[in-house]
């Protein structure tokens, strides 16, 4: 019998009530879960109303760039939402340039590159004797992206038994053996196994490497999907017999700094690489903006010293002092060894080279050469804005895009780099077009340039406002696909 002075359910009333608060509670929870997400910021870094230039897709235009997870998430003229807003308004928004011949691959030429606003700088030139020690010394990250080249000259060395693995080693002006080349080929094909992207020649300081030699390393380049740099011997004469043996071989070449090794010829120079091209034959060349080159003073490329006039000795200028040499100080640094500067080429040479159609714009830089610190900001600055000799989409071509294309058919990281799109890599190098300028000079070589104001790697700034951040290493390895 239901007592009618209980009120229907009133005993369920606490449980029921404790029900209604826990549900209450959750859909509140729920709410503001939501609303917080509907208010957090899309993006963790969002470059706000630059100037972004992508040579790739032609872009040139005012828009917001944002960016998520180290890559480029959108490029868009609706403003954007990040944790980290930038301001680039007057500012150039630019893929990260991309160098092909960089040498000095440690911390304080990794800082000289990034204040010239570098991204990836890779030692494709002379190389390594030990891909897989070198790769493995930076595990871990550094500044920029960093990769190389098993070299020739050390693939060499080691299989002739030298202590010096590098261009002043005795074995360079010896011929090899049959032996010794087919160890050669078995230490090259092990560096590219290991990740090496392509094979790096140094023609011009072994001159105990023949051209049937060479030739045959060519072949392995070919037959392994890679491709040859070289920094030949012999000017146009050494140019001709190089591209004969690359064709034969069947393999892709890059000639590295055409300016030094074409000389006061460099148009000719030029114009035979560009007749192979228009041949249907896969080669490709680069130069630095300056008139003086550097290099090792034991090298066999001074071999013949002795014979020289007295007045050419003063061309060359020693890298520790900023001393022009003698007859008898160009002895006894010789003995010594180290690194000399060469003014040897006219501004009127240097402009021809870097003007040519074909050529894409790498540093050849490491540390005591101006060009290790300033090569793409003199570029930006001096032939861009001050001369007018190169338009500042074609410069910025040259630094970015075209080198990333010539290697993304066998080094898979560079698809993504060299371009800012949705999905790219977040490379991103910004600068101000009035005041961006190389500092570094023959005698300083280490200044940094001005007006590069931000660099992005991989979605993490290094260069904050003109000034390098402390503590952070985002750049990877970039290896080729037989290296994983």
């Known amino acids: 019998m239901v007592n009618p002075l209980v009120r229907p359910g009133a005993g369920l009333r606490p449980k029921l009530a404790g029900k209604a608060v826990h549900t209450l509670r959750v859909l509140a929870t729920l709410l503001a879960v939501a609303v917080a997400s509907a208010c957090a910021p899309e993006y963790d870094l969002v470059l706000e109303g630059g100037r972004v230039m992508d040579p790739e897709s032609g872009l040139d235009a005012v828009r917001n760039v944002g960016i998520r997870d180290g890559r480029v998430e959108a490029i868009s003229e609706e403003q954007l939402d990040g944790v980290r807003m930038i301001d680039a308004t007057g500012l150039v928004v630019a893929p990260g340039w991309v160098d092909l011949h960089r040498h000095g691959q440690r911390d304080v030429a990794y800082e000289l590159q990034v204040h010239d606003g570098v991204t990836t700088g890779l030692e494709l030139e002379i ?78 300081y072994t001159p105990g490497a ?14 392994t999907g890679t491709m040859a740099f070289i920094h030949l011997r012999g000017g146009v004469v050494g140019l001709d017999s190089t591209i004969t043996a690359a064709r034969s071989a069947g393999t892709a070449l890059h000639v590295v700094h055409a300016n030094s090794s074409g000389g006061a010829r460099i148009e000719e120079f030029l114009e035979m690489i560009e007749a192979a091209q228009d041949a249907g034959q896969d080669v490709t060349t680069e130069a ?36 022009r040499l003698t007859r008898e100080t160009f002895a006894k640094y010789r003995e010594e060894g180290g690194s000399i500067i060469i003014h040897s080429r006219t501004e009127e040479m240097t402009l021809a080279a870097i003007t040519h159609p074909i050529v894409m714009i790498a540093s050849d830089g490491g540390t005591g050469h101006p060009r290790g610190a300033g090569t793409f900001s003199k570029i930006l600055g001096q032939y861009v804005r001050e001369q007018g000799a190169l338009e500042l989409m074609d410069a910025l071509a040259r630094m970015t895009i075209r080198p990333a294309q010539r290697l993304e058919s066998f080094v898979p990281a560079l698809r993504d780099k060299g371009r800012i799109r949705a999905g790219s890599d977040a490379d991103i190098t910004v600068f101000d077009p009035e005041t961006v300028i190389d500092r570094a000079t023959y005698l300083e070589g280490s200044l940094l340039s001005e007006g590069i104001e931000y660099v992005i790697v991989n ?26």
Request: proline share 3%; aromatic share 8%.
């Open 127 to 204: 190389g390594t004797p030990d891909v897989a020690e070198w790769y493995a010394a930076r595990e871990g990250g550094q500044l920029v992206n960093y990769g190389v080249a098993q070299g020739h000259i050390g693939a060499r060395a080691r299989a002739m038994g030298d202590e010096i693995l590098g261009s002043g080693g005795a074995t360079t002006r010896q011929a090899a053996t049959p032996e010794q080349i087919d160890e050669t080929v078995r230490i090259i094909r092990e560096g590219l196994a290991n990740g090496a992207i392509g094979i790096g020649f140094g023609s011009a």
């Open 288 to 323: 630095y903006p300056y008139a003086a080159s550097q290099t090792g003073i034991q090298a066999a490329l001074f071999d013949d010293w002795e014979t020289w006039e007295d007045d050419r000795f003063g061309i060359y200028q020693w890298v520790r002092t900023g001393e």
């Open 459 to 484: 979605g993490v700034v290094v260069i904050d406002g003109g000034e390098l951040v402390d503590g952070v290493r985002p750049g990877r390895a970039v290896k080729a696909a037989a290296g994983g």
């Open 210 to 223: 023949t051209m049937d030699e060479i030739e045959r390393m060519f072949g392995v380049a070919a037959t």
